[in-house]
């Protein structure tokens, strides 16, 4: 794991931008084969609570294996990639980091480490057959390492606030419409209560061709816990 290591400890800083993470993953040809339903979770906050109510749906329902993709990780950078609850084994992230290193000398690619977690956590849900992924961005949306997905069955923006203004947008409506970058041609789209912005999503949805557009309904004072029910409750109806 010496380079995911190195990736870490590069001090490259934020780079956001689509370049690298489509041309990695044209190179190892992704999304060719069949691709997972994916379920695409955007916001300032609530993203990783609501991705594990979703991935706890979906195996409710009977849909498995379930991928998920989540961060940060609080003791090994594993946690961050599970299928069917289980986090990606030793054995299995050193082969695909091997298998990345590999794509990174061939095509001159050099991924930053969130663009190589990503990068692995594509492979694994891949390899291992996933029927659907729940996959949380990192930062923003538009140009962040996971919009490189296609077309995601669901689209979620959890809430928009005042966040990374030096990379998203000194104002809300900036905020909004970079989250909202995830947003596809055929996407059902799911907003949480608190998104004050929803008409420049709305827009962006109209914009995209999206199937559908939900606002979800939850008191402006419910816990912040129970938001998050709400808008997984919302994506797993839209999910169908």
């Known amino acids: 794991m010496r380079r995911l290591a190195q990736a870490n400890a590069s001090g490259r800083g934020m780079e956001l931008g689509l370049e690298r993470m489509a041309g990695l993953a044209t190179a190892r040809g992704l ?6 339903d994916f379920i695409h979770v955007a916001g300032t906050n609530g993203k990783g609570t609501t991705c594990a109510k979703i991935r706890a749906g979906l195996e409710s329902a009977g849909v498995a294996p379930v991928g998920l993709f989540t961060s940060p990780h609080v003791v090994t950078f594993r946690e961050r990639i599970q299928v069917g609850g289980r986090l990606i084994s030793e054995g299995c992230a050193d082969a695909l980091n091997d298998e990345i290193d590999a794509l990174e000398r061939d095509s001159g690619l050099s991924p930053t480490y ?11 849900f891949e390899d291992e057959g996933v029927q659907a992924a729940v996959v949380e961005a990192g930062l923003g949306g538009l140009l962040d390492s996971t919009n490189v997905i296609p077309s995601p069955r669901v689209c979620v923006i959890t809430s928009v606030g005042l966040d990374h203004q030096d990379f998203l947008g000194p104002t809300l409506e900036d905020i909004a419409r970079n989250k909202g970058g995830i947003i596809k041609a055929g996407s059902h789209v799911v907003v949480g209560p ?27 004072d419910a816990p912040l816990d129970l938001q998050n029910c709400t808008v997984a409750l919302a994506a797993l109806q839209r999910f169908g």
């Open 194 to 220: 608190r998104v004050a912005p929803v008409q420049v999503l709305r827009e962006l949805a109209d914009q995209a061709g999206a199937a559908s557009f939900t606002q979800v309904d939850c008191p402006a």
């Open 31 to 36: 999304f060719r084969r069949r691709t997972p």
């Open 114 to 124: 969130f663009e190589r977690l990503t990068l692995m956590a594509l492979m694994h």
